[in-house]
């Protein structure tokens, strides 16, 4: 079992930069794959980007693809999102997830497929 904590959001301008963080506290977090997913003002919650337990996959939504960038350091128990050109439409709030799997090059887009959920932080893009 892992739990995950989120930090990093704020409020910031079109074409800044962020750095999300999500720190784990558990066993064998580089045995997870995570996820960073965003939720807007009612809307369904979607994914950003994605990383498996080694870090040599990735997978980012059309829409972050180019601007954001996720990355782990397993010594750290820690996933960043390095958010680059940020737009008021990145307006949302961010989770990350993880899910326990054996294979070191498996990501996960569905969010159903992960078990353990943040509670959030929240990144404002004004205009």
Not at 67 to 82: A, E, G, H, M, P
Not at 102 to 108: A, D, H, I, L, P
């Amino acid at each position: 079992q892992v739990q995950l904590v989120e930090s990093g959001g704020g409020l910031v301008q079109t074409g800044d930069s962020l750095r999300l963080s999500c720190a784990a506290e558990g066993r064998a977090f580089s045995t997870y794959t995570v996820g960073w997913f965003l939720q807007a003002p009612g809307k369904a919650r979607e994914l950003v980007a994605t990383i498996s337990n080694s870090g040599s996959s990735t997978y980012y939504s059309t829409s972050v693809q180019g601007r954001f960038s996720i990355s782990r350091d397993n010594d750290k128990n820690t996933v960043y999102l390095q958010m680059n050109s940020l737009k008021p439409e990145d307006t949302a709030v961010y989770y990350c997830a993880a899910q326990r799997t054996y294979s070191t090059r498996t990501t996960f887009i569905n969010l159903n497929d992960y078990n353990y959920w943040g509670r959030g932080t929240q990144v404002t893009v004004s205009s």
